[in-house]
Every structure is written in C-alpha cells, then in structure tokens.
C-alpha cells in the first residue's frame, strides 16, 4: 500500500476507536437525571462573578431573579471591578424585576496568586456561607435561566444520604447565530465531549471529571471538603480544575447538556471565537510543547487525513487510500451531526468538521505561541502570564 493508504488506514482506525471506544461522546442524551421532588427543598445561594457584563446582564439576571424555587434561595453577584457599570445595573434589575433577594459585592482586585473569576468567587461564596446555604449555584454572568432551571437541578442533585451528587453541571446551549458561530461552536462543544465523554464521568466508579463552568450546582459539604476556590485558585480552565477538586475528595460528579440554560453571549466574528479557545488551550495541555506536538499530529491524523486521503486516492486511482479516507471522513461527520441536531443547525455542516479543526488547531497553536512570547492567558483586561493548567486526577 502506498503511505498515504496506510495514512488513511490509521485514521480510519483510529475512528472505529473514538466511535466505539470512547464513551459514546457523539451522543447527546446526557441530559439532567430524572427528577424527583425532595421532602424538603434544601436552601440555595446563586454566586454570579461579574466583570464588564453590562451588555448582557439584562438578559441573565432577570431570570436568576425570577427562578421558581420553593426553598430558600437569594443572588449574590459579585462585580469584579467592572469599568461598565455592572454593578449599579444589577441593582437596577434587582429593583425593577424583583423575585429572589440580590446582594451586590465589590471584592477589589485579586490577590497575587489568583485568577480574576475566583477570586470573585472566594468572596461570593463566603458571603454566601454566612447563610449556610446547602447548595451553591455557580453560575456565569452571560447564562439565562429558565424559570425551573435551579429546581430542575437541586431535584437532579438529590440527596446526600441517598447517594445524590455533590456537583451536578449543565453545559449552556451556547449562542449559534452568525456563520463563524454555526461553523465554530457546535464543534467546539464535540471536541470537549470527545475530550471528556460525559458518560465516562457520570458513571459509578468514573476517573474522569469535568464540569462546564457556566451552570454549577455544588453541594456546600462538598465544596468545602474539596477546599473551593482556594484549592484551584490558580486555574485557568476553572471548571475542570473544580470537578477535579471535588471528585479528588471523594464527591460524585454529573455533567450533560443543558435544554433549558442558555448562553446569551454573541461571539459573531471569527476574533472573538478565537479569543474565547485561544485564551486557555494551551493551559489544557499543561504549556508543554511535547503536549502541543502530539496534539497537532493526531489532530491531522484525524480529522485533516480523511478528506486530504479521500482527494488524493481519486486523483491517482489509489482506491484503498480513497475508500479508507471516504470511510473516516464519513464516520468523522456521523458522529458531529447529534451535535448539529442538538443545536438545531443544517447537517451539511458535518462534512465542514475538517475545515474546523484547522481552525481550532490553529487557536491551539497561537495560545502556545502567545504563552511563550510571555504574554500568557489574556481575559478582560487581566493576563495570567504563568497560569496554571487544570491540576491532575
């Protein structure tokens, strides 16, 4: 056989694996557990770090506010030294929507040590732990709620002495609106679940751990056996590195695909996609450039052999690199259309996935690049120049 033959044979391989092997992370059926009601509903504290949101805050908060919970529940928004007012329109919204009780904090900035988003949290929370709350809600500036949203998950968490979950997260349905987001941001939501098959960390026994920072619903035993935020305060990747923390102190993880919470953040150009993955894809692969190599070989091998075989083998009449790389290309947009359901979007997109992943290879490529020029994770008018990665199981 000839080398692009045997190139296209081992990508087609290496997709019988990922679609038989690798969690089932094509599917998209992991949504929250069935509900039950509880006896009694625990109380909640919803922690929102908050820096610059003012453009859409009105769109997130209204529905934290107008959350239809029948325990306890109050907001605490923490404004992380926003330059747009954020603060003063939270209060607007809180006096004008009323529904659950809102506080608003001003931290200052971090501490050496930390990141932004936990040192806002480290202060949201111990606000709220004054309450003694049983749950806290972590959940993002950007994130609209539907009305069941917190009593959909306090149900789904159950309780401790029933074996429930100490940490159960819901992955936003994020923003697919302009033609870089249908390209970019289903995809973005497969590679992280070929990354971390939910399956894989919903099960009993499960090593992998994961969570999507957006919607986290943490017990408050949990979160303070597991030392949070103090124990991940370095993290880029946050949510990852708390699922971790938690799981590490014996706590049992959920995550799937949110139905009903929704990212209402518009990412309409291609800069602002790239900035959103750039920022921390290095970080994921822990600034290790022998990471970085392996990364970008098998993402060729993967997802750029196919089509690249397929085109090859028709033009010289090489019919095995032509059939193995028709095959791969075929399993690889198979396995994206669930997603592409899932989002609502054309499945015509499916045979795109290749263009995608060089765009995303390339956003990997330029965060390490980025790192080693010494500029480090920029977000928000912070940069983290030796930030750390998610820490290990």
Known sequence: MSTVAWIAVGSLTVWVWLLLGQGFFWRTDQRLPARRDPARWP???????????????????????????????????????ST?????????????????????????????????????????MALARQRKPEFLLLTDADIAHEPDSLRELVAAAGTEAAGG??????????????TWERLVVSAFVYFFGQLYPFRRINGKGARTAAAAGGCVLLRAGAAERARIPESIRQAVIDDVSLARAVRRS??????GLADRVDSVRPCPRLADLWRMVSRSAYAQL?????????????????YVAPPVALGAGLSTGDTVA??????????MAGTYMPMLRYYRQSLWLAPLLPFTAVLYLLMTVDSAVQHHRGLGVAWKGRTYARSEAAPEP
């Open 250 to 255: 014996g706590g049992r993880i959920w995550l």
């Open 165 to 178: 979950f100490d940490l159960v997260s819901q992955m936003a349905r994020l923003r697919v609106t302009s």
């Open 43 to 81: 109380s909640v504290a919803v922690v929102v770090p908050a820096r610059d949101e003012a453009g859409v805050l009105s769109m997130s908060l209204p529905s934290l506010l107008a959350q239809d919970y029948p325990g306890d529940a109050e907001v605490f928004l923490v404004d992380d030294c």
């Open 286 to 302: 822990r600034h290790s450039p022998s990471l970085l190599a392996g990364t970008v070989l098998g993402l060729v091998l993967v």
């Open 84 to 124: 747009d007012g954020t603060g003063e329109l939270a209060r607007a919204l809180s006096g004008r929507c009323g529904g659950l009780p809102l506080t608003v904090v001003t931290p200052g900035e971090p501490e050496a040590g930390w990141t932004g988003k936990l040192w806002a949290l480290r202060h949201g």
């Open 322 to 331: 032509a059939a193995a790389g028709g095959t791969a290309w075929a399993v």
